[in-house]
């Protein structure tokens, strides 16, 4: 017991000094990547003050979408020793996929964002009620949703690895879709930014999207 809590804890120093390397490679590379993410905004004015949050928060944030993926997989390996060998084999097969879906997930979220905010303002506009105040609320707005339609993403991944370990059976599941639906929606409904419609419709719809393909795929 005594040596598994010490493996535990190399584990989980190793795993902040990770993400620590990997927060300074990204604060580094930060006016590189601020150019490239804010694309579609310049539109915005940026104070000072504005300016140095959302370099930190690009900074953290990136910070975040690159190490979950990567502790996912850190995770996987490490519980894997208590496993047998095919249960091994199906974890390895799958791991991977957490990084791609994730990284995958926030570039549409980040982007799919802006185009669905431009059609908000469009009706907004015709309505005489304004979306957002700042170019600072659309730039964390863009961000919120990469992040969360990032994870949304991670659903597919995370079935198909515990149906091919029989944690789960697609049967079960069809079995309760309704329920989930349901689900699925006051999970949108909770997690999307303000009162702000299309997040709610697009995290939905990614949900269901993904729920779907990873059952009849």
């Not at 990547?33 to 694309?39: A, E, L």
């Not at 000072?48 to 850190?74: A, K, Q």
Request: glycine letters at 6%; proline letters at 2%.
């Amino acid at each position: 017991m005594e040596e598994e809590l010490i493996r535990l804890r190399k584990f989980m120093l190793k795993q902040v000094f990770i993400f620590l390397l990997i927060l300074a490679f990204t604060i580094a590379l930060t006016p590189l990547i601020f150019k490239i993410v804010s694309s579609g905004i310049e539109a915005y004015s940026f104070g000072v003050i504005d300016t140095i949050n959302l370099y930190f928060s690009i900074s953290f944030t990136l910070s975040l979408v690159i190490f979950i993926p990567v502790f996912i997989i850190n995770f996987l390996n490490y519980v894997s020793d208590a496993l047998y060998e095919h249960e091994r084999k199906i974890i390895s097969r799958y791991k991977y996929f957490f990084v791609l879906f994730l990284i995958f997930g926030f570039i549409i979220g980040f982007y799919a964002s802006y185009f669905s905010f431009k059609i908000g303002t469009a009706i907004s506009d015709i309505l005489g009620v304004k979306l957002l105040q700042s170019g600072k609320e659309l730039f964390f707005l863009r961000i919120y949703m990469g992040l969360a339609l990032g994870f949304c993403f991670e659903v597919f991944p995370a079935m198909r690895l515990l149906i091919s370990l029989n944690v789960i059976k697609k049967g079960d599941v069809l079995k309760n879709t309704k329920y989930l639906i349901v689900f699925f929606y006051i999970i949108s409904a909770l997690v999307s930014p303000g009162d702000w419609l299309f997040g709610t419709l697009i995290i939905f719809t990614t949900l269901l999207v993904v729920y779907f393909l990873t059952i009849y795929l």
